[in-house]
């Protein structure tokens, strides 16, 4: 499934991540990137995504409180998997008001790196970082299984180290991933390329069959128009080491890294 | 004692399911009457549920020591060793009872209550099965049973963030009044940062933590201690209602009170609620508690010091801290957004006292409530039925005529289809440790920070157990002990759940006790301590019994991780080997029900001494990295078996060519007989003869029948000296449709 290209030729993406002198880049020992993942009440992918970033990837993953109000020094923000708030009243509904979301917001205008996974993706929705909304799954059950998406563009931050148009094995995990947003901002969406993964079955197809939730137009994962927000519903966390049976989610960390480190070289990719 | 308030009427014991005599033991206890709290206190601590009055004397039998275990029986869970530090933390519970009357905070608290468990022992839940009994789908209030079931367990721990990561499901009419949820969970500890639930050091102070106290389950105890009737849907108030949100905060808010050196015990409020987990932590240590009803957060006002012992809200906990340290572990609970409060202290005199505005209400022994409970002998007998059941003459059951078609029927009956329905609405992939997902022989998650992996099944065939407890009962062990090897790994700990009928009545007392023995037995022999349990009786509605479940949960250790096995074919051209005899093992199989409408005959003969040499063959040449794929012959027989190496895979589908010799059984046993002891092993071909010569070295007898690939699933049966042969010749895509989709289909189109 993952064709891993033979040689680095540079970077794919066409939205640079812009230099912000508000976020000090500013390595933690050892030359790694400092990650962030907040930790909502209620998270509870919070601990995988620490696990990908830290001890697979190597890098310094700072666990952040959701009453913090001040972000420093960190290269990337996860708003990571779970039930934040117990998905009370809608999901993603009451996480948005959490004291570290206006942090987050600030981080992610001045154009840092926010990835948000499943419930993450919900809360980006809620906030207004992501256009759109999610609705109940279509057959109204938590679907928990493997799904196959297509990288619609691999010029973004976030999919730089994929293929345009790779087919990746990668696994669901909720009741509210139907997406939905007006034809209008869809429209726009699809103009500007800002619908980054598509399901599809597993030969690449992106068709009504393929699409396990009922979303809008197959999206599994959008983009902002700055490049810089990336929301999806599946798990690249879930999918990322060989011990698992599947890597095909782990370029979407060594995307985000590519992009940090200033699109300069190849990334020594650990563990493989 | 202020004042004794009330005297006690006579009917108000009964209402209590307390006998004459027990209340003639609370008086001698006390020395005079007890008020109404202390009379509620009694009944639900003396109550079957938590005082295990009928079963104690039995399960002392059990062996429950061996050189792995870091904590045996009589805590909150059991605790095995796996080397490095570290030990797995498990243990299984049944919420029967209110999982009928509602089924889905029924089951969604089952997997809540005993993920407390867990995490009140210091580790960190990483694993959850569940073994779930229904009637059949035919009727509309199973398959509604079902739905909430799997729902109320779906949403309880995908919000939890544990991983349900397999478990099993029979459907059999006699759970449509009666149905099973028994929820297993494991977690992984510091050997050393085991905590108990022990009120040690006088003066020590009781700190309350969790959701706020209310109305609901007043008496569920007492409710999952009493048999059932046509009203038993108007009970449904003694349901409580689950929150895992504020269960996930408990979670990460123990393991923080347990990170740093603050707590001395920590036990949850399960079954009978406040009464329960203040005096067995201070019976435990020997001591007493002062405990000061005042400042428990409530829900509402006007709460009675009796709804306040009783109530069995959920997501609620009770520490004993280090004098000293109230305040750090207030600052702990308060960054979790949880209700806490400093409700008593430990005390020296072996007394549960309660106040309540200044007064006290009830002032009891401590160790009378938690273990002087009555015990008792109850008589057993075999039922009269018994030997109707296992005689059964197999001349006069006409021999498979199309097996093609039956082997179509069994695959598609619940019991051995796909289970997919159920298990893709529970997130089995949180925590990102499953290795082997839902829908092998057992489910392995690995051991972040290790090499190890563990395997964990759960299992138990309930019908054979009907036909024979002790036979039952020890194929159960076996059963599970032989999934665990398939995966490759050692079995090290069980936990058990013991799903009976009314103790009072002699022949569930004779189930009972058998079934013991039948666990007893074939622990010893396998080396397989038991650490953890939990009885249910009264599993009974209008006088009808379930059958004898003694449902086992078995724990493996895969001491390297890649060695990791699963059931599924994995490539076209190997060689596939059947380990172990058949016989003429029909009776109590699901070939008899499915087709023969017949739960009948006796359960498979077994040798405890020929399964041990098979589990050590097998774990020797999954371990040298020889086998493709292992898997147990069990529900539906070989040919089951060899169907579902065909059709598990997450992926791909095989097919298979077979020939069987049929010597002198019939061609029904052969096929579909559910003889013990057997393994299908798939190998590379060209090691097929190094592993059969093997095996026949180590006494156990093994042949090659067949090969993997294709397209379609062939059985050649060849004439034997009694029948002619037979053959089974389907395409592959075919059975699994009929596998896969199963129960989705009888879902829909009821």
């Known amino acids: 499934m993952l064709a891993q290209r033979a040689a680095w030729e540079g970077p794919r993406w066409t939205r640079a991540v812009k230099p912000n002198p508000a976020i000090s880049l500013q390595r933690s020992e050892g030359g790694e990137m400092k990650i962030g993942v907040v930790v909502f009440p209620g998270s509870n992918c919070d601990h995988d995504c620490q696990h990908v970033f830290k001890d697979v990837l190597g890098q310094y993953v700072e666990m952040i409180w959701h009453k913090e109000t001040l972000l420093a020094g960190l290269d990337a923000i996860v708003l990571p998997g779970g039930f934040s708030y117990g998905d009370y009243l809608r999901t993603g509904a009451i996480a948005r008001f959490s004291p570290v979301m206006g942090a987050v917001k600030e981080f992610a205008k001045s154009g840092g790196m926010v990835l948000g996974i499943c419930n993450g993706f919900q809360i980006l929705l809620e906030a207004g970082l992501l256009p759109g909304a999610m609705l109940r799954n279509k057959s109204l059950y938590f679907i928990c299984k493997d799904v196959f998406v297509k990288v619609e563009t691999a010029a973004t931050a976030f999919t730089g180290a994929y293929e345009s148009g790779q087919v990746l094995k990668i696994p669901i995990a909720h009741a509210d991933g139907n997406y939905y947003t007006d034809p209008v901002t869809l429209a726009a969406m699809q103009a500007n390329a800002q619908i980054v993964l598509?399901?599809?079955?597993?030969?690449?197809?992106?068709?009504?069959?393929?699409?396990?939730?009922?979303?809008?137009?197959?999206?599994?994962?959008?983009?902002?128009?700055?490049?810089?927000?990336?929301?999806?519903?599946?798990?690249?966390?879930?999918?990322?080491?060989?011990?698992?049976?599947?890597?095909?989610?782990?370029?979407?960390?060594?995307?985000?890294?590519?992009?940090?480190?200033?699109?300069k070289k190849q990334l020594k990719m650990v563990g493989t | 004692m202020t004042q004794i308030n009330q005297l006690i009427a006579k009917d108000l014991i009964a209402q209590h399911n307390l006998t004459d005599d027990e209340y003639k033991k609370i008086i001698e206890i006390l020395g005079r009457e007890p008020n109404i709290t202390e009379l509620g206190m009694f009944s639900v601590m003396w109550s079957e549920h938590c005082s295990y009055k009928s079963s104690r004397v039995h399960l002392k039998k059990l062996p429950t020591t061996g050189p792995r275990v870091v904590q045996g029986p009589g805590e909150n869970a059991g605790a095995v060793d796996i080397g490095g530090g570290l030990c797995v933390v498990f243990k299984m519970e049944s919420h029967n009872h209110p999982s009928f009357i509602e089924p889905f905070q029924g089951a969604a608290t089952g997997v809540g209550g005993i993920l407390r468990d867990i995490f009140t022992m210091g580790a960190r839940p990483i694993a959850l099965l569940d073994a779930l009994r229904f009637g059949e789908l035919e009727q509309e209030k199973n398959r509604h049973l079902l739905k909430g079931v799997v729902a109320g367990i779906s949403a309880y721990g995908n919000c939890m963030g544990v991983p349900t990561v397999g478990g099993e499901i029979v459907f059999n009419d006699i759970y449509s009044q009666n149905p099973l949820v028994n929820v297993f969970c494991l977690g992984i500890a510091h050997k050393d940062k085991i905590f108990l639930g022990t009120a040690a050091g006088v003066g020590n102070p009781v700190i309350y933590f969790g959701s706020k106290t209310g109305r609901d389950g007043i008496h569920g105890a007492t409710m999952a201690s009493d048999s059932f009737d046509d009203q038993s849907e108007q009970k449904r108030p003694t349901v409580q209602v689950g929150d895992p949100f504020t269960e996930k905060l408990l979670l990460e808010a123990c393991l923080e009170l347990m990170a740093g050196d603050l707590l001395v015990g920590i036990q949850d409020m399960g079954a009978a609620g406040l009464t329960s987990s203040s005096c067995e932590m201070a019976s435990r240590a020997g001591n007493g508690i002062d405990l000061d009803l005042t400042d428990v957060p409530r829900?509402?006002?006007?709460?009675?010091?009796?709804?306040?012992?009783?109530?069995?809200?959920?997501?609620?906990?009770?520490?004993?801290?280090?004098?000293?340290?109230?305040?750090?572990?207030?600052?702990?609970?308060?960054?979790?957004?949880?209700?806490?409060?400093?409700?008593?202290?430990?005390?020296?005199?072996?007394?549960?006292?309660?106040?309540?505005?200044?007064?006290?209400?009830?002032?009891?022994?401590?160790?009378s409530l938690a273990d002087d409970g009555p015990r008792y002998e109850r008589p057993y007998s075999p039922p009269g039925y018994q030997d109707m059941l296992t005689n059964l003459n197999y001349d006069a059951l006409p021999d498979v005529k199309d097996p093609n078609a039956v082997l179509l029927s069994l695959l598609e009956s619940p019991t051995v289809a796909s289970k997919r329905w159920v298990y893709?609405?529970?997130?089995?992939?949180?925590?990102?440790?499953?290795?082997?997902?839902?829908?092998?022989?057992?489910?392995?998650?690995?051991?972040?920070?290790?090499?190890?992996?563990?395997?964990?099944?759960?299992?138990?065939?309930?019908?054979?157990?009907?036909?024979?407890?002790?036979?039952?009962?020890?194929?159960?062990?076996?059963?599970?002990?032989?999934?665990?090897?398939?995966?490759?790994?050692?079995?090290?700990?069980?936990?058990?759940?013991?799903?009976?009928?009314?103790?009072?009545?002699?022949?569930?007392?004779?189930?009972?006790?058998?079934?013991?023995?039948?666990?007893?037995?074939?622990?010893?022999?396998?080396?397989?301590?038991?650490?953890?349990?939990?009885?249910?009786?009264?599993?009974?509605?209008?006088?009808?019994?379930?059958?004898?479940?003694?449902?086992?949960?078995?724990?493996?250790?895969?001491?390297?991780?890649?060695?990791?096995?699963?059931?599924?074919?994995?490539?076209?051209?190997?060689?596939?080997?059947?380990?172990?005899?058949?016989?003429?093992?029909?009776?109590?199989?699901?070939?008899?029900?499915?087709?023969?409408?017949?739960?009948?005959?006796?359960?498979?003969?077994?040798?405890?001494?020929?399964?041990?040499?098979?589990?050590?063959?097998?774990?020797?040449?999954?371990?040298?990295?020889?086998?493709?794929?292992?898997?147990?012959?069990?529900?539906?027989?070989?040919?089951?078996?060899?169907?579902?190496?065909?059709?598990?895979?997450?992926?791909?589908?095989?097919?298979?060519?077979?020939?069987?010799?049929?010597?002198?059984?019939?061609?029904?046993?052969?096929?579909?007989?559910?003889?013990?002891?057997?393994?299908?092993?798939?190998?590379?071909?060209?090691?097929?003869?190094?592993?059969?010569?093997?095996?026949?070295?180590?006494?156990?007898?093994?042949?090659?029948?067949?090969?993997?690939?294709?397209?379609?699933?062939?059985?050649?049966?060849?004439?034997?000296?009694?029948?002619?042969?037979?053959?089974?010749?389907?395409?592959?895509?075919?059975?699994?449709?009929?596998?896969?989709?199963?129960?989705?289909?009888?879902?829909?189109?009821?």
């Open chain 1, 198 to 263: 598509r399901y599809c079955t597993p030969e690449g197809k992106v068709m009504p069959e393929a699409n396990p939730n009922g979303s809008l137009d197959n999206i599994a994962g959008i983009i902002n128009p700055e490049g810089n927000v990336l929301g999806m519903m599946p798990h690249p966390e879930r999918c990322a080491e060989v011990m698992l049976g599947n890597e095909d989610g782990k370029l979407i960390f060594l995307s985000m890294l590519e992009a940090l480190k200033g699109n």
């Open chain 2, 299 to 367: 829900r509402e006002p006007g709460m009675t010091p009796y709804e306040l012992m009783l109530s069995e809200s959920q997501e609620r906990m009770l520490m004993v801290a280090q004098a000293g340290k109230e305040e750090e572990c207030i600052r702990i609970c308060k960054k979790w957004d949880l209700d806490v409060a400093v409700v008593g202290r430990v005390t020296g005199d072996g007394i549960l006292r309660v106040k309540d505005q200044g007064k006290v209400v009830a002032e009891i022994p401590a160790k």
């Open chain 2, 424 to 750: 893709e609405q529970y997130d089995h992939m949180v925590r990102t440790n499953t290795m082997v997902r839902p829908g092998s022989d057992a489910a392995v998650v690995r051991i972040k920070g290790t090499n190890k992996a563990i395997a964990m099944t759960v299992d138990c065939n309930s019908r054979y157990c009907l036909l024979h407890p002790y036979e039952g009962a020890r194929i159960a062990v076996a059963e599970a002990a032989r999934n665990l090897v398939c995966s490759g790994a050692e079995p090290i700990g069980l936990t058990d759940c013991l799903n009976f009928g009314n103790p009072e009545r002699p022949e569930v007392m004779w189930q009972f006790v058998l079934a013991i023995e039948g666990m007893k037995d074939a622990c010893e022999h396998f080396k397989v301590p038991i650490v953890s349990g939990n009885v249910s009786f009264y599993n009974e509605t209008n006088g009808l019994s379930i059958y004898p479940t003694p449902m086992l949960g078995m724990v493996g250790l895969i001491d390297v991780a890649d060695k990791t096995m699963t059931q599924w074919f994995k490539q076209d051209g190997d060689a596939i080997l059947l380990l172990g005899k058949t016989k003429e093992d029909l009776g109590g199989s699901e070939y008899l029900k499915v087709l023969h409408h017949r739960e009948q005959g006796s359960p498979p003969f077994l040798s405890l001494e020929t399964e041990k040499a098979l589990h050590d063959f097998i774990l020797n040449v999954i371990r040298e990295g020889v086998v493709q794929s292992a898997h147990d012959c069990s529900d539906g027989g070989l040919s089951v078996a060899l169907a579902e190496s065909c059709v598990s895979a997450p992926d791909a589908r095989r097919g298979a060519v077979v020939r069987l010799p049929l010597d002198a059984l019939r061609r029904d046993a052969l096929l579909f007989g559910e003889s013990q002891s057997r393994v299908l092993l798939s190998v590379k071909p060209e090691m097929a003869d190094q592993v059969l010569n093997r095996a026949w070295d180590s006494g156990i007898p093994a042949m090659k029948i067949g090969t993997v690939g294709g397209d379609r699933f062939i059985i050649d049966v060849e004439k034997g000296q009694w029948s002619e042969g037979c053959r089974i010749d389907l395409p592959v895509d075919k059975l699994h449709d009929r596998w896969a989709f199963s129960i989705e289909r009888t879902l829909n189109e009821a």
